[in-house]
């Protein structure tokens, strides 16, 4: 049974830092695309990068402000959020697929349970 579970959520003020973790079970974490994906109150989901095969891919709106890196011994992905704005705030998700193309079009296999993210002014 694949697991998927967030971490690291929490209360920031605008312009601080916050850094997600994601730990995964029951899958060969190291074949998977990794994602990350937010949906804020009253929105639809959004993909905002992921991580595969050394190489990452980002949304505008976050690119030069949030990295994802993942650490294939530990089974984790991290999402290092920086410079948090307002409108950042929203419940995030870690996603797996082996499909890069699935996963970026918001159809990943797996998903965590999500963990809230709060920048305050």
């Known amino acids: 049974q694949v697991q998927l579970v967030e971490s690291g959520g929490g209360l920031v003020q605008a312009g601080g830092s916050l850094r997600l973790s994601c730990a995964a079970a029951?899958?060969?974490?190291?074949?998977?695309?990794m994602g990350w994906f937010r949906q804020a109150p009253g929105k639809e989901r959004e993909f905002i990068g992921m991580n595969w095969n050394g190489n990452t891919n980002y949304i505008d709106s976050v690119k030069g402000r949030f990295t994802i890196s993942r650490d294939n011994a530990k089974n984790m992905v991290f999402l290092q959020m920086n410079s948090l704005k307002v409108e950042d705030t929203a419940v995030y998700y870690c996603?797996?697929?082996?499909?890069?193309?699935?996963?970026?079009?918001?159809?990943?296999?797996?998903w965590g349970q999500g963990t809230q993210v709060t920048v305050f002014s």
């Open positions: 996603a797996a697929d082996i499909s890069y193309v699935r996963l970026r079009n918001g159809n990943p296999a797996f």
């Open positions: 029951g899958l060969t974490f190291e074949s998977y695309v």
